[in-house]
T-cell receptor
Framework: GQNIDQPTEMTATEGAIVQINCTYQTSGFNGLFWYQQHAGEAPTFLSYNVLDGLEEKGRFSSFLSRSKGYSYLLLKELQMKDSASYLCAVRGTLNAGNNRKLIWGLGTSLAVNP | DGGITQSPKYLFRKEGQNVTLSCEQNLNHDAMYWYRQDPGQGLRLIYYSQIVNDFQKGDIAEGYSVSREKKESFPLTVTSAQKNPTAFYLC????????????FGSGTQLSVL
């Protein structure tokens, strides 16, 4: 079957660094996305990885290892507004409808404390 | 400003009633999607459309219907056949390239009276 695992909850302190892990088992791989979702709001795009390595974008970085089926999202200089749910999603193989289906993790709820 | 708009923000459904959730985008995206989000569960795909006048069932299409008569619009009808409709519904759109990311609307919370 296809599966994405993320920790359910994490807690960190303002100004610190936190790493949110995502492991996946999917039929095929065509990219991994990270989204941020504040409670009651829409998810917003953070990062996309399709090749192995680290992608850096300001305070946020995302890493991918395709051989290990593993990714992480690194948040630096944490701010209170970073308290949100972080969703990992993997694009699998093309299906019959020529659509690369996204498989979503359950999300990691991050609480940033003062 | 370009974006994707969902309405209403909150919606209540009576037993046996059909309700329609609106989704409009002015991003000129070809693909549009409807997801359902329940507490403790990941996003689940209801329907998607990659082109006008064509749409495909997702993983949980039973009890729902959609139309795609215009590129900008992808309304979702929750029919009386959907026995557990209470959820947060998210509409999204994207380009159709290999690394296309989803842009989401602000969501509709549907509850049963």
């Amino acid at each position: 079957g296809q599966n994405i695992d993320q920790p359910t909850e994490m807690t960190a302190t303002e100004g610190a660094i936190v790493q949110i892990n995502c492991t996946y088992q999917t039929s095929g791989f065509n990219g991994l996305f990270w989204y941020q979702q504040h409670a009651g709001e829409a998810p917003t795009f953070l990062s996309y990885n399709v090749l192995d390595g680290l992608e850096e974008k300001g305070r946020f970085s995302s890493f991918l290892s395709r051989s290990k089926g593993y990714s992480y999202l690194l948040l630096k200089e944490l701010q209170m507004k970073d308290s949100a749910s972080y969703l990992c999603a993997v694009r699998g193989t093309l299906n019959a409808g020529n659509n690369r289906k996204l498989i979503w993790g359950l999300g990691t709820s991050l609480a940033v404390n003062p | 400003d370009g974006g994707i708009t969902q309405s209403p923000k909150y919606l209540f459904r009576k037993e046996g009633q059909n309700v329609t959730l609106s989704c409009e985008q002015n991003l000129n995206h070809d693909a549009m999607y409807w997801y359902r989000q329940d507490p403790g569960q990941g996003l689940r795909l209801i329907y998607y459309s990659q082109i006008v006048n064509d749409f495909q069932k997702g993983d949980i299409a039973e009890g729902y219907s959609v139309s795609r008569e215009k590129k900008e619009s992808f309304p979702l009808t929750v029919t009386s056949a959907q026995k557990n409709p209470t959820a947060f519904y998210l509409c999204a759109s994207s380009m159709t390239g290999p690394d296309e990311k989803l842009f989401f609307g602000s969501g509709t919370q549907l509850s049963v009276l």
